[in-house]
């Protein structure tokens, strides 16, 4: 059977370690051109920038020549790739889907060994995102490497001579395994990591100034990939020469064919004596002005924290205007059901609403007694939606406290750089055993199987706005003023700010509400 142009350019990308976005290979598949040529210099362009391993559209674009509007139009003797604007024509979604809800697949179970369960499929799911890359075909089982290993008994001042561990096929020395990061701690010069799979569980060492900055970055309990010297360990210890996080590819983010414009916010807390009703209501009230883009808000997503709760700290009650979280509940949905019946509403549940605060969370639906209108969908923590074709994870945050606690570099301050870790990590609470409860069900529903194009997050209180390989990075902010704790704590909130983003661009920008009420 004779490969199509198309074909015999995507192999030879494969072989020289790249993947093909699926927008650079419609437009490709879509052009009547020596496509092998075409490929040849993406890939040697990509080789000597260094950009990473994806061949995006814009890749694609840049080779091929000028490129006029986001239509791309190809002038010379390329014809115009009508085939690739249909494609996107027909592959945008208007309007909105939930492609994921925690809330059905939810569990009571509780034992050790749901946990185990857990663990497993942790590890099964990241090692699945894992092996799309394509080194990944060398990674072994930490048992199979230890085994190996020591079946060599000719060592001599660490150094292993002709050992098993070599990859027969091109001589390397070196050997990849794959597991979760369970300790990290600094040993003199060097620094100590153990990760385990489902076989065993390995020491390894890091000793040089770049390692140790890659691993002090990593998040503790997240799937890890470390490429170890074969010939070489340090004691007992092996030797790291690489390592690799699961990550999210670089992409280029879906958008929506028309202006229309997502509302992100979080952490309303209504109930506490902190809560900036009259902001809020000057929200509510812009949202149904005159105002050009108020007119073009589509959606509106909340991030959790509706209520400021029951319970939830010590004294928490000194700070509360409604002591019932029933009474929270019904004052929050009644200021909500002011908005415009034409907007979609998606709101999760955080640590401080009803109900459990393990991840992940159920909706807040059964604790809600009013009739809600058609246009609110109560969904669970996390959740994933896809509002005009542009994907949106919505996750409270709660394990930002865990992340900044133990990753060194991080702070509140900055709460976006925690929201990338948590992209590298692909999982939502990698962190296992501090503050932030994970329920023992027997999936991970934390994991980040699909890429987003904006991650939605809020717990902080604190605005952070970023892009990470082609996802927008969104923290909401709060509706409550700074509390007690957060002074004592030295942490400054940015509340009665929303985010808004035009689904046609990505483009966000903040609405400043504290000082409107004013005016």
Not at 69 to 95: M, P
Not at 433 to 444: L, N, S, V
């Amino acid at each position: 059977m004779e490969l199509n142009n198309t074909s015999s350019a995507i192999i030879y990308a494969i072989s020289r370690g790249y993947q093909i976005h699926p927008d650079a290979f419609a437009l490709l598949n879509s052009i009547n051109v020596d496509v092998d040529s075409i490929m040849k210099k993406v890939v040697d362009r990509k080789d000597r920038l260094k950009e990473g391993h994806s061949i995006l559209l814009d890749d694609v674009k840049f080779v091929i020549g000028d490129i006029v509007s986001d239509k791309v139009q190809i002038i010379g003797n390329i014809a115009a790739h009508e085939s690739y604007q249909e494609l996107h024509k027909n592959g945008t979604d208007v309007g909105y889907h939930v492609l994921f809800d925690p809330s059905s697949r939810i569990n009571s179970a509780e034992d050790e060994q749901d946990y185990m369960k857990l663990f497993t499929d942790r590890y099964r799911k990241l090692l699945k995102i894992l092996s799309a890359r394509p080194e990944t075909r060398r990674v072994k089982k930490i048992e199979t490497v230890k085994r190996e290993f020591n079946r060599t008994k000719s060592m001599r001042e660490g150094y292993l001579e002709g050992n098993n561990l070599l990859d027969k096929s091109g001589g390397s020395s070196s050997v990849l395994v794959a597991g979760l990061l369970m300790s990290r701690r600094q040993v003199k010069d060097r620094v100590e990591i153990i990760i385990d799979d489902s076989t065993s569980c390995l020491t390894a060492i890091a000793n040089t100034r770049g390692l140790y900055e890659d691993i002090s970055r990593l998040a503790l309990d997240q799937m890890v990939m470390l490429e170890l010297n074969a010939t070489k360990k340090i004691g007992h210890d092996f030797l790291i020469s690489g390592v690799r996080s699961p990550d999210i590819p670089d992409h280029i983010p879906s958008k929506s064919q028309s202006e229309s414009y997502v509302l992100l916010i979080s952490d309303l807390h209504v109930g506490s004596k902190y809560f900036m009703e009259k902001e809020f209501a000057e929200l509510l009230k812009w949202l149904s002005c005159d105002d050009d883009i108020a007119k073009k808000v589509k959606y509106l997503c909340i991030a959790g924290d509706i209520v400021d709760g029951i319970g939830i700290f010590p004294e928490q009650d000194k700070e509360l205007s409604e002591i019932d979280f029933t009474e929270q509940l019904g004052h929050a949905m009644n200021l909500l059901q002011q908005i415009r019946n034409d907007i979609e509403v998606f709101i999760i549940p955080g640590n401080h609403d009803p109900g459990r605060r393990a991840l992940p969370q159920p909706s807040l639906q059964r604790f809600i007694d009013v009739n809600l209108q058609n246009n609110f969908h109560i969904i669970g923590n996390p959740s994933l939606i896809k509002l005009d074709g542009v994907k949106i994870l919505m996750f409270h945050g709660q394990s930002l406290d865990d992340l900044i606690a133990t990753t060194p570099g991080l702070s509140y301050s900055s709460p976006a750089d925690a929201m990338k870790l948590l992209l590298k990590a692909r999982h939502l609470s990698p962190v296992f055993g501090q503050r932030t409860p994970i329920a023992p069900e027997q999936e991970d529903m934390l994991v980040i199987d699909d890429v987003p194009d904006i991650f939605h997050a809020g717990h902080v209180h604190i605005i952070g706005v970023d892009r990470y390989k082609g996802t927008l990075i969104i923290n909401s902010g709060a509706w409550q003023s700074q509390t007690r704790y957060q002074a004592t704590m030295g942490i400054i909130p940015t509340p009665g700010i929303a985010i808004l983003v035009d689904l046609s661009t990505l483009q966000p920008f903040q609405k400043n509400f504290i000082y409107s009420f004013t005016h």
